[in-house]
């Protein structure tokens, strides 16, 4: 139940899906998340219907604490990855309805 999903694995169900050759299916893929990852890393918001929300957010520079010491140490500005997830995507995790695709 705990299996990852590679770009590989990716790449052959599109390929079984869609009938394009395994070498254009993984072609594909890699296109797909690399037009993903640019719009990202230039701050855009990437939307994909019944599925979910990518957006990079900006986090200050805020204090922490080392857990082990309680040394209190500072936390660089940074950007993160988030994911919002669609409803559409959370009532099918919830009720475990696999796609029909």
Same mark, same amino acid.
């Given at each position: 139940?705990?299996?990852?999903?590679?770009?590989?694995? !990716?790449?052959?169900?599109?390929?079984?899906?869609?009938? !394009? %050759?395994?070498? +254009?299916?993984?072609? $594909?893929? @890699?296109?797909? $998340?690399? +037009?993903? %990852?640019?719009? !990202?890393?230039?701050?855009?918001?990437? #939307? *994909?219907?019944?599925?979910?929300? !990518? %957006?990079?957010? #900006?986090?200050? @520079?805020?204090?922490?604490?080392?857990?082990?010491?309680? +040394? +209190?140490?500072?936390?660089?500005?940074?950007?993160? $990855?988030?994911?919002?997830?669609?409803?559409? $995507?959370?009532?099918? *995790?919830?009720?475990?309805?696999?796609?029909?695709?």
């Amino acid at each position: 139940m705990n299996n990852t999903i590679t770009r590989s694995d !990716l790449g052959r169900a599109v390929y079984q899906a869609v009938g !394009l %050759s395994q070498s +254009e299916s993984n072609q $594909l893929v @890699e296109q797909v $998340l690399e +037009e993903i %990852s640019n719009a !990202l890393v230039e701050g855009d918001v990437v #939307k *994909i219907s019944s599925f979910g929300t !990518l %957006s990079v957010r #900006k986090k200050s @520079e805020r204090i922490g604490r080392n857990p082990k010491t309680g +040394e +209190e140490v500072p936390i660089t500005p940074r950007r993160v $990855l988030s994911f919002r997830p669609s409803n559409v $995507l959370k009532d099918r *995790i919830d009720n475990g309805v696999k796609s029909q695709s």
